[in-house]
């Protein structure tokens, strides 16, 4: 695989959340063209069961698609913070739990076509009620789901962001070889 180089980068937005810039690129044959791509911080998502085997989702508005999704937790990370430290903060302020045991599944590009934003994946376990509040979770509500659940949820199109089925789906094959019953 022959990568393209980048000639020239304008960033052409700048907002609190994302950035948009336009890169020239020339592709492998010599053509050249552009390229738009939405830069993001990296993220967290996160798969938190409780004491009971319950997936904790969260519901929340997302003005892009104009409807409520049901979703795992997941958020930004914070300037210097690290991935692990994200998880337990995120988690306290969407679900209102602190995890005491936390296992990384894995990761991934959520847009790679025109967006750079990585996920890493968490299992989050042995939750404790610790509540943090945030200024953008007034409108989250919690879902408590079983592992049978989730394929259809997902299938029924009830669980439709790319996160959610992604992190769900490998925490279904991871459980097969973990025995988390």
Known sequence: ???????SSRLIYEGRVVKLRVDTVQLPDGRQTTREVVEHDR??????????GKLLLVRQFREAVGMDLLEIP?????????????????????TG???????????????????????YLYLATDLIPSRLFAEDTAGISLVQVSPEQIVELITSGSICDAKSIAGLLTFLEYQKGANLD
């Not at 739990?97 to 996920?119: A, C, D, K």
């Open 74 to 94: 997941a958020g930004s990370l914070d300037p210097g913070e690290t991935p692990e430290a994200a998880v337990s903060r995120e988690l306290q302020e969407e």
């Open 97 to 119: 739990y602190l995890p005491q045991e936390i296992v990384r599944l894995g990761g991934f590009y959520s847009v790679p076509g025109y967006g750079n934003e990585y996920l």
């Open 43 to 52: 993220c967290v998502a996160i798969i938190a069961v409780d004491t009971d």
């Open 1 to 7: 695989m022959t990568e393209e180089k980048t000639l």
